[in-house]
């Protein structure tokens, strides 16, 4: 039996992994952690002194993941982090450790199949278009932008095309930021924040005379369960 702890057990992620986690036979609920509300532990330092944690899984926010991550790695357990808005250093960082303390770690910006499938269409495509720009569209209450899905995208396209043309001509923003931010390979992407999306993308390529949308919506958090549960079977295999 798997003995995992849910760290941002109260927020929307979260709930649906404590209850996938309870649900699911070979894994048991050791410790919910959350800096909101009662009956749970306010941090992975109170609950791993207080209770055996084989994986925690971590759904908070981008201020609070890297050093929960470092705490883990740094005390034999394991980690899976849906979190998104770790930074690249930060992301080198956590590897160096894993790789130095064999503690397994697994970052997934998105743990739904569809999405994982859009991302590898969407860098099959870009072999053959020039021109590429995301959309992604999350509900209001999402604190990082662009996603961590957005930004994983583009960098999975980058390794298929240096660079991607950002328009084709001069052009000049009257209203700063309508282009988009400028990421990876120079593809553009630009964030929706708004009531009544749950997390959407579309990635559109054109080129002259046609256009192809590769587009992904996740409309129920159950979508991303099978992707954390595999996830945390996987990451005793690292090492
Ligand atoms: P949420 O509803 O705001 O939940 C986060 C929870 O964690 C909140 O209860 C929050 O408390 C708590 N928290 C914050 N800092 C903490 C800390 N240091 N220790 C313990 N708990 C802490 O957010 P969500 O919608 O569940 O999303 C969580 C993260 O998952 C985001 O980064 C999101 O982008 C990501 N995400 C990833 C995937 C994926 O497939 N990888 C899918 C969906 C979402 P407060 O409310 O007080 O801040």
């Known amino acids: 039996m798997i003995k995992v702890a849910v760290c941002g057990a109260n927020g929307r992620m979260g709930k649906e992994v404590c209850q996938t986690v309870i649900d699911n036979p070979d894994t048991e609920l050791a410790a919910k952690i959350d800096i909101n509300g009662s009956g749970v532990y306010s941090s992975i330092k109170q609950a791993s002194e207080n209770v055996k944690i084989d994986v925690l899984v971590d759904f908070t926010q981008p201020d609070s993941i890297f050093e ?19 930074s690249d250093s930060q992301i080198q960082e956590l590897k160096d450790l894993s790789l130095k303390n064999k503690t397994g770690c697994m ?15 969407s860098q099959i495509a870009a072999k053959y278009f ?21 930004i994983k995208t583009a960098l999975m396209m980058s390794e298929a095309k240096k660079t991607f043309k950002c328009g084709n001509c001069p052009e000049k923003e009257t209203i700063q930021g309508a282009r988009g931010g400028t990421s990876y390979s120079d593809i553009q992407i630009h964030s929706v924040r708004m009531p009544g999306f749950m997390a959407s993308q579309e990635v559109i390529f054109g080129s002259s005379g046609q256009v192809l949308k590769i587009r992904h919506d996740s409309s129920d958090r159950k979508c991303y369960m099978d992707g954390v549960m595999l996830a945390v079977k996987h990451v005793f295999d690292i090492y």
């Open 107 to 121: 970052i997934a910006p998105n743990f739904s199949t569809g999405a994982v499938l859009m991302m590898m269409f």
């Open 130 to 150: 020039d021109n590429a720009e995301i959309i992604e569209l999350h509900h209001n209450q999402k604190k990082d932008a662009p996603s961590g899905t957005a």
């Open 68 to 86: 929960n991550a470092k705490f883990c790695l740094n005390n034999d357990i394991k980690i899976v982090i849906g979190t998104t808005g770790l």
